[in-house]
């Protein structure tokens, strides 16, 4: 590992990526966060000391600009969590025409990972890809011909499943690509969260924001806690492609998680869409 351990989260300004850039900040880690809203940003730069960079994912453009800014900012990158991501409304469309869960949870960490691959690959002793995905991925289903739900129906849910699905399948497509670079990747479900998560979907805030919440969430603290210990446990390979339940290997997955031909499928058709080799 290289002395000084540089993370990346995305994600930080709420939630459970705030709980873990506080929680890593300090020692020997170079910390960059990352978040939507600068005024949103603003505290966690403040406690933690890191630098803050902000970007929409619902714009490819950001993510760009803000893959520029990471790589003018550091040699390497030990840990890259990509955590970013909610549950959007199937209905509307980025700026980019495409079905957000799709673009903001799938693409554009896609986007962004690729972006930093050479940083990522620069890293003494390896790197870690750790992408916040799901137990929602087992209500997804990846249907190649029509990725952006421009033919089907698109329940939210369902979208976002399919999202945290594509997360697991990423997971998976760097691993069987990128380890000659000592780039390895792993997907984790944080557990269901009382964070601002899905707070613009009738059916997440049903659970999540009535009494109903303190039977059946988890605090952002203790939310994060595997994403904490994953982020620590660096580019261990015992973990590349492997996808935990909070602190389990091997989580509940889809049947589509192993499927070689929509993992295949699924990264060239993203490579395709965000203008990646
Ligand atoms: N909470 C759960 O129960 C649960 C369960 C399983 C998986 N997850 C996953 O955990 C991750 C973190 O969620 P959380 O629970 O911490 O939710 P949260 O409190 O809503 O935090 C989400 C973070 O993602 C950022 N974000 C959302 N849309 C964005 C966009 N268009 N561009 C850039 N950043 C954007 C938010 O920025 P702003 O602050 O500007 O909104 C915030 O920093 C997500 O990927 C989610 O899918 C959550």
């Not at 209905?91 to 960490?109: K, M």
Request: glycine share 10%; charged share 25%.
């Amino acid at each position: 590992m290289s002395a000084q351990r540089t993370v990346v989260i995305t994600g930080a300004s709420d939630g459970i990526g705030a709980v873990t850039a506080r929680e890593l900040a300090g020692g020997d880690v170079d910390l960059v966060v990352v978040g939507r809203s600068a005024t949103k940003l603003e505290p966690v730069i403040a406690d933690t000391g890191a630098t803050g960079f902000t970007a929409d994912f619902a714009k490819f453009d950001d993510v760009r600009a803000l893959a520029g800014k990471i790589r003018d900012r550091v040699g390497h990158i030990d840990v890259l969590l990509n955590n970013a991501g909610g549950t959007f409304d199937p209905s509307r469309r980025t700026a980019d025409d495409h079905e957000p869960n799709f673009q903001i949870n799938h693409l554009a960490p896609f986007l962004l990972t690729h972006l930093l691959r050479d940083r990522l690959a620069a890293a003494e002793g390896g790197s870690l890809v750790l992408n916040t995905s799901s137990i929602g991925n087992l209500a997804g289903h990846v249907d190649l011909t029509d990725l952006d739900y421009r033919r089907r129906r698109a329940l939210e849910l369902r979208a976002y499943g399919t999202s945290k699905l594509m997360n697991i399948l990423f997971t998976r497509g760097i691993a069987e690509r990128w380890s000659d670079d000592g780039i390895r990747s792993a997907a984790v479900h944080p557990g269901p969260v009382a964070s601002s998560f899905g707070r613009d979907s009738f059916f997440v805030g049903l659970l999540y924001r009535t009494p109903l919440r303190h039977l059946a969430t988890i605090t952002p603290e203790k939310g994060a806690e595997p994403l904490i210990a994953l982020a620590r446990r660096g580019a261990d390979p015992e973990i590349n492609g492997v996808y935990f339940s909070r602190h389990h290997a091997n989580g509940r997955e889809n049947r589509q998680a192993h499927d070689q031909n929509v993992i295949d499928g699924l990264w060239s058709a993203s490579a395709d869409l965000v203008g990646v080799g």
